[in-house]
T-cell receptor
């Protein structure tokens, strides 16, 4: 069964500190992996998308890594800000089906709180 | 650009009532989706429309119907609401279903409570 597991479930860090969120997946065959940020009461917003051939991708203070062999990804946040408080969701896409539809398998997210 | 717009943002229904959730996108995307988000679970796909004129069931379609009214609009209908349908509903759109790395854009969500 295609699954995406994230850890930790929740995390509290001090403003200015770094943190790393983890994602393990069993989706196979694999097409791409995405990280989304979801603020409270809002829809998810994309941070990065990586294919199996990409090891790392950055978006400002956010850096995602991918190890397709071990089926693991991480999202590293540098110099955290209060506005980084949100849920971070790992999403994996299996390879495209014959119908052309690309399914998204969502993790349950890591809830990050950045404290002043 | 507004992106993906959902209405209403909040709704309370009584069991057995019906309602339609509206979604519109202004990005000229071909594909549109309806998801639900429940505590402790990842987003789950209810229905999707790969292109105008087509709709297909996702993981959890029971109790729902959809209409792809035109390229911009994709509505979700609850014919007879049940407490199990209490959830946050998200509409999303993407350029074309089937392309690798197709970015999905989400609306702000509709928080639905069925009592």
């Amino acid at each position: 069964k295609n699954q995406v597991e994230q850890s930790p479930q929740s995390l509290i860090i001090l403003e200015g500190k770094n943190c790393t969120l983890q994602c393990n997946y069993t989706v196979s065959p694999f097409s791409n992996l995405r990280w989304y940020k979801q603020d409270t009461g809002r829809g998810p917003v994309s941070l990065t998308i990586m294919t199996f051939s990409e090891n790392t991708k950055s978006n400002g203070r956010y850096t995602a890594t991918l190890d397709a062999d071990t089926k693991q990804s991480s999202l590293h946040i540098t110099a955290s800000q209060l506005s980084d408080s949100a849920s971070y969701i790992c999403v994996v896409s299996p390879r495209v089906m014959n119908t052309g539809f690309q399914k998204l398998v969502f993790g349950t997210g890591t809830r990050l709180l950045v404290s002043p | 650009n507004a992106g993906v717009t959902q209405t209403p943002k909040f709704q309370v229904l009584k069991t057995g009532q019906s309602m339609t959730l509206q979604c519109a996108q202004d990005m000229n995307h071909n594909s549109m989706y309806w998801y639900r988000q429940d505590p402790g679970m990842g987003l789950r796909l209810i229905y999707y429309s790969a292109s105008e004129g087509t709709t297909d069931k996702g993981e959890v379609p029971n109790g729902y119907n959809v209409s792809r009214l035109n390229k911009r609009e994709f509505s979700l209908r609850l014919e007879s609401a049940a407490p199990s349908q209490t959830s946050v509903y998200f509409c999303a759109s993407s350029e074309r279903s089937g392309r690798r790395n197709t970015e999905a854009f989400f609306g702000q969500g509709t928080r639905l409570t069925v009592v």
